[in-house]
């Protein structure tokens, strides 16, 4: 059963446009996650937030920016696409450290 | 910090035979691994959590094995079939990946033929 929902699942727009994706868990998890996934399916970690609070920030592009209202929900900003951020973004949560992760069912993204 | 290989990239098996796929680490004092299932199109899913106590542990159709000493962690599907057609993806959590991140190996890509 879901309980990691994303939105939207797809999402085509041109080079230079925003976006933004969304994420919500309804599991009472204290941490929440964006992953990477891209073509040839590698998982690389962006951001993870821990009671609103960024704990994680791998090297990612400045146009890529986490936001979180509270602990239930993590969105994912892209300001001014590119071409290589064409993937597969998937969020995931979890409830304290070393614990498994649940994940979303992920958002497609094409940047043309 | 933690750094995780996987191998094969791609496996092809018949019906029935085994699938072995294998995940090397170089952190001594990782805890927690895990091996989650991506069918196309689909996220991951837990197929199995291990502590690092454990060393085989028994799933529904799979085994599981933790080799401490050499770092490896192996997923063996006995008598597979074409359902297992999947991306299988190991992880690894220590603290040294910073606040117990999971670290993932770079995916197995199964085919299971008819």
């Known amino acids: 059963e879901t309980a990691v929902f994303q939105t939207p699942n797809y999402h085509v727009t041109q080079v230079g446009n925003e976006v933004s994706f969304n994420c919500k868990q309804t599991l009472g998890h204290d941490t929440m996650y964006w992953y990477k996934q891209d073509s040839k399916k590698l998982l690389k970690i962006m951001f993870s937030?821990?009671?609103?609070?960024?704990?994680v920030n791998e090297t990612v592009p400045r146009r890529f920016s986490p936001q979180s209202s509270d602990k239930a929900h993590l969105n994912l900003r892209i300001k001014s696409v590119e071409p290589e951020d064409s993937a597969v973004y998937l969020c995931?949560?979890?409830?304290?450290?070393?614990?498994?992760?649940?994940f979303g069912e992920g958002s497609r993204l094409i940047v043309v | 910090g933690e750094q995780v290989e996987q191998r094969p990239p791609h496996l092809s098996v018949r019906e029935g035979d085994s699938a072995f796929i294998t995940c090397t680490y170089t952190d001594p004092n990782s805890y927690y691994f895990f091996w989650y299932k991506q069918e196309p199109g689909a996220s991951l899913q837990l197929l199995m959590k291990?502590?690092?106590?454990?060393e085989i542990n028994e799933g529904q159709g799979f085994t599981v094995l933790l080799n401490k000493k050499d770092k490896r962690l192996s997923l063996n599907l006995t008598a597979a079939h074409p359902g297992d057609s999947a991306a299988y993806f190991c992880?690894?959590?220590?603290?040294?990946?910073?606040?117990?991140?999971?670290?993932f190996g770079s995916g197995t890509q199964l085919t299971v033929m008819p």
């Open positions: 291990v502590f690092s106590s454990t």
């Open positions: 992880a690894v959590s220590a603290a040294s990946s910073g606040s117990w991140q999971l670290i």
């Open positions: 937030y821990n009671n609103k609070q960024l704990i």
């Open positions: 995931a949560s979890r409830q304290g450290n070393g614990n498994t992760l649940y």
